[in-house]
Structures are given as structure tokens and as C-alpha cells.
């Protein structure tokens, strides 16, 4: 990890690099991937993330295709990327600064209908055009021709692979990937935001519902609401005027812990194993 001296130097690099004037520059806090800062010139705000080049090559470039992607389905508010690039060993990402305001009365029904529109976003095949990552993990996104084979080959069996080489006892996966053939919905590829926790979504400086830090793919779009569901934040009212205006297939609950799997997944091989009792208990109920 860099020091701050350090990042101010970078950032005076960077900045002058991109024709700005810095007035003021403040950490905004960040962790073991990115160290965050808010940049404010003579005329505008940004915001800039810093990482280790070295340690996650790729990763604001995914996130700046993942960012454009969500903003020309043309539904719901993302910041808009100004730069990506590289400065003295750091990756950099140089992008809008959205001003949180306090949600209107009307926000998760926004919020609901928007991020309904966004999941009619659809493509041919379920995957994405590059790989990226969730967390500090690399997802691949492959192409694939149904649901279940891009959630098994593209998110499952990455993930388990994993834990079974940092030493979890997972068991054999091949009842769960046949009940994935036999429970999830064959809908089309949707267009989904892929790491939709709380700390993912803000409300804008006009009351509007926006989207950061995405892991995007074209892939069921039950993963969102599985996500969504997982440690909460989100407001019953989002879930029924999502229901409204695209209602999902009978038995979404029956498969929220199924694309939960996942997520807990990524937790377990990032954080350790305070997570392995939640992956080997929906693993014994899909097995």
C-alpha cells in the first residue's frame, strides 16, 4: 500500500495530465483494492480510485466498460468515466462525483421500475464482451447459450474451484448443477449490474436512484434480486414495483439461496471462512 504522500504525487501527476486544477484533494476512505479520494477544481468535482496495477491489471477498464454499459441502456443514473489509465505503478479511474441527496418520497419506487427497465436490457447470448471482477476476484463471462450453463461454468464453478484449492471441503457439486439445469427460469440474457449490495447503489442530487462499483454481465437477472436480498439495505417497496413492472417466474424465493450460492461463494474465497456454514448449507439444500 502506498503512502499518502505517495498518492498525492500520483494524483498531482494525474491531474495534470488531464488539464486539471486541483483546488482540494481528501481520501474518501477505501480498502484493500482501491484507495479513494475526491478531487475538487475550479470548476467541478471527481472522483478517483487508486490500486496496484500489478495486483489487479484490468480492473478499472473493466469497470468503465461495465459503467458505459449500464448508462446506454439509457434507464437508470451511473457516474460517467472521464479517464482510465496508469501512473507511477497505479491503475486509475477518473470519473464524475455524484453529490448524495436524502431519497424523495418516490425513490424505491423509482428505484423498482428502473431497475426492472434495466433487466429488459437483453442480449443474444448470457455473458459479457471481457471478463471483470467482483471484489478483488476475476469473473469470467464467457458466452453461453442458456441460463443455467452460464450460471454453472461462469459463476458456480470458478468459485468452487477456488474454495476447494484454499482447503474447503465443498463436496461433489454435480447434484447442485443439475438442479440449477432443472430450477432456473429460461429466460433471456439481462442485462445486470452483478454486485448489487447496498453499498452499491446512491441516491443521486436530484433524488434519483444511481448505480456504482458494477460487475456486469448479460445473465439472469434473478442474480440482482438474489444479491439485493442477501444482507439487505433495500426497501420492501423496490422488490413489489420491481414485481410490477416485470413480474419474475413462480418460485423466486424457492431460488433467492441458489444465486445467493454465488455471492457467499466470492465472500468465502475473499474474507475466509466465517462464510463456509452459509455456502455448505445451500449447498446440502440444492444437492
Not at 21 to 30: A, D, I, M, Y
Not at 61 to 86: D, F, N, Q, R, Y
Request: glycine share 8%; proline share 6%.
Amino acid at each position: 500500500m502506498r503512502g499518502n504522500n505517495d498518492n498525492a504525487n500520483i494524483i498531482q501527476k494525474i491531474a495534470a495530465g488531464n488539464q486539471l486544477e486541483v483546488k482540494s484533494c481528501r481520501p474518501l476512505g477505501g480498502g484493500d483494492i482501491n484507495e479513494v479520494y475526491l478531487l475538487e477544481t475550479a470548476k467541478d468535482k471527481f472522483i478517483i480510485k487508486l490500486n496496484d496495477a500489478s495486483r489487479f491489471p484490468g480492473m478499472f477498464e473493466a469497470e468503465k466498460e461495465g459503467l458505459e454499459e449500464l448508462s446506454a441502456a439509457g434507464v437508470i443514473k451511473v457516474p460517467e468515466v472521464k479517464k482510465v489509465g496508469e501512473e507511477s505503478g497505479a491503475s486509475y479511474i477518473l470519473m464524475e462525483y455524484i453529490n448524495s441527496a436524502k431519497p424523495p418520497i418516490d425513490f424505491s419506487r423509482k428505484f423498482g421500475q428502473q431497475l426492472a427497465a434495466l433487466h429488459k436490457t437483453t442480449a443474444k447470448d448470457f455473458g459479457f464482451k471481457s471478463n471483470n471482477y467482483i471484489g478483488s476476484l476475476p469473473q469470467c463471462n464467457t458466452s453461453c447459450t442458456t441460463a443455467a450453463e452460464f450460471y454453472i461454468t461462469q459463476r458456480l464453478e470458478p468459485q468452487i474451484k477456488m474454495a476447494k484449492d484454499k482447503g474447503n471441503d465443498l463436496g461433489d457439486p454435480s447434484a447442485l448443477y443439475k438442479n440449477c439445469e432443472a430450477l432456473i427460469p429460461q429466460e433471456p440474457p439481462a442485462l445486470v449490474h452483478g454486485d448489487l449490495w447496498s453499498g452499491n447503489y446512491m441516491v443521486g442530487n436530484r433524488g434519483e436512484p444511481c448505480l456504482i462499483d458494477p460487475a456486469v454481465s448479460y445473465a439472469p437477472r434473478e442474480m440482482d434480486l438474489g444479491m439485493m436480498k442477501l444482507f439487505g439495505g433495500f426497501d420492501k417497496e423496490i422488490f413489489e414495483t420491481y414485481e410490477e413492472h416485470f413480474p419474475t417466474e413462480a418460485g423466486l424465493e424457492e431460488r433467492i439461496p441458489l444465486w445467493q450460492l454465488y455471492y457467499l461463494l466470492v465472500h468465502l474465497n475473499i474474507f475466509g471462512s466465517g462464510y463456509r456454514s452459509q455456502v455448505s448449507s445451500i449447498l446440502n439444500r440444492y444437492s
